[in-house]
Structure formats: structure tokens, C-alpha cells
């Protein structure tokens, strides 16, 4: 079965500092997607990345980056430099197909806090 | 990139009405949508997926007399709350996914808030 695990609930951090976003997914396909979404308090997600299970190769993106690691199932999300528009609650997922279809899970989220 | 909406962004209605909420993908054709609901401070949890011209498919615990779904174009989804109660209030968001590549994409609506006097 599917799960995804953000044990960090809330993160506080003051502008500049990097903090790291750790999600931990459990599957037991072989082809998996994935994802990282950020929910502003507006409500709407905002897609960051997509992974598929075959890249390992870590990303970077402006301020973001993305290290995935298949051996420790984790796909973990840093942000460099924090800034207050970084404050927002940040969901990792994780899609497949299965017997019942495409699905994909959330995990519980990262409400994270950026102090100026 | 692909665009999906909701309609109505914001919904009050009193307790024992029905509220129907809108999704649709504008400008790819979606062979399948999601309905997911979301109380405060907490996750996404998937009610159902639909499949157009097909009965949606439920989570387990999901009531599917309460939550009538209807996939009935590639463009629109409809989830509609039947005799909603003050329990029912939450935060619902759709998402939708085309049947071409990539597959594992899923295009998110903005989400309707909804609250049941």
C-alpha cells in the first residue's frame, strides 16, 4: 500500500536560513511518481517538481532543490535562503498505478513559518 | 500549462440543502478526475475518481449517496453534497488527468470552500 510520512509538522525559520522538508514514501511498484506542492493559504496547490522512480538524479531550481534517494525511499526538499514568501504548508505525494487505478496519496504536510 | 477550474469558489448554504460543485479542465480533455477534500490543517484525502461516461469509484468510508459524483464529458466533473450538515464543511478540490503523457500529471483546480450552517 501506498503511504507518504512528513514527520515535520510545522517548521519555523527566520529570512536567509536553508531548511529541509523530509518526506519518507513507502510503495511496492516499481514505477512511482513524486511530488511536491506547495498550499499557500489561499488554498490553491502549487505544483514544485515531479519525480519519476527511474531519476535519481537530484534537482535544482532557483532556491529549491530536491534530493532523492530510492535506498532510503525519501524525497526530501530544500529551500535555500528563506524568505517569507516561502511560508505556506508543503505537501509531498506520491503516485502509481495500481489495481484500482491511478492514485495518488499526500502526506500530512509541512506547515512551514518564515520570520523576517 | 493545462488549466483546471472550480465553480463555485466559495459556497454557505443552511444544513439539509444540497450543493453541487463544478470542475472542469479547460483546455486539454480529462478521461479522469479526482475529488479531494481537505478539513482545516490537515492533508488532501482522495473521496473518489472518476472516469468519463463511468461510475466513479469511492475510498473506503466515503459515502457515495452523500457524494454524488458525474464525470459526464471530458471537460466536467460534478461532485454534489446531498442534505449537507455542518460536518460536511471542508475545503473540496478537484484534479484531472489527461490520457495522454504524461500520465502521472495531475492538474489541480483552486478548490471550493464549502460551510454548512
Known amino acids: 500500500a501506498q503511504k507518504v510520512t512528513q514527520a515535520q509538522t510545522e517548521i519555523s525559520v527566520v529570512e536567509k536560513e536553508d531548511v529541509t522538508l523530509d518526506c519518507v514514501y513507502e510503495?511496492?511498484?516499481?514505477?512511482?511518481?513524486l511530488f511536491w506542492y506547495k498550499q499557500p493559504p489561499s488554498g490553491e496547490l502549487v505544483f514544485l517538481i515531479r519525480?519519476?522512480?527511474?531519476?535519481?538524479q537530484n534537482e535544482i531550481s532557483g532556491r529549491y532543490s530536491w534530493n532523492f534517494q530510492k535506498s532510503t525511499s525519501s524525497f526530501n526538499f530544500t529551500i535555500t535562503a528563506s524568505q517569507v514568501v516561502d511560508s505556506a504548508v508543503y505537501f509531498c505525494?506520491?503516485?502509481?498505478?495500481?489495481?484500482?487505478?491511478?492514485?495518488?496519496?499526500f502526506g500530512a504536510g509541512t506547515r512551514l513559518f518564515v520570520k523576517a | 500549462g493545462a488549466v483546471v477550474s472550480q465553480h463555485p469558489s466559495w459556497v454557505i448554504c443552511k444544513s439539509g440543502t444540497s450543493v453541487k460543485i463544478e470542475c472542469r479542465s479547460l483546455d486539454f480533455q480529462a478521461t479522469t478526475m479526482f475529488w479531494y477534500r481537505q478539513f482545516p490543517k490537515q492533508s488532501l484525502m482522495l473521496m473518489a475518481t472518476?472516469?468519463?461516461?463511468?461510475?466513479?469509484?469511492?475510498e473506503q468510508g466515503v459515502e457515495k449517496d452523500k457524494f454524488l459524483i458525474n464525470h459526464a464529458s471530458l471537460t466536467l466533473s460534478t461532485l454534489t453534497v446531498t442534505s449537507a450538515h455542518p460536518e460536511d464543511s471542508s475545503f473540496y478540490i478537484c484534479?484531472?488527468?489527461?490520457?495522454?503523457?504524461?500520465?502521472?500529471?495531475?492538474?489541480f483546480g483552486p478548490g471550493t470552500r464549502l460551510l454548512v450552517l
Open positions: 519525480r519519476n522512480s527511474f531519476d535519481e
Open positions: 484534479s484531472a488527468k489527461t490520457s495522454g503523457r504524461p500520465q502521472e500529471t495531475q492538474y
Open positions: 510503495t511496492r511498484d516499481t514505477t512511482y511518481y
Open positions: 505525494a506520491l503516485s502509481e498505478e495500481g489495481t484500482g487505478g491511478f492514485k495518488t496519496i
Open positions: 472518476s472516469n468519463e461516461g463511468s461510475k466513479a469509484t469511492y
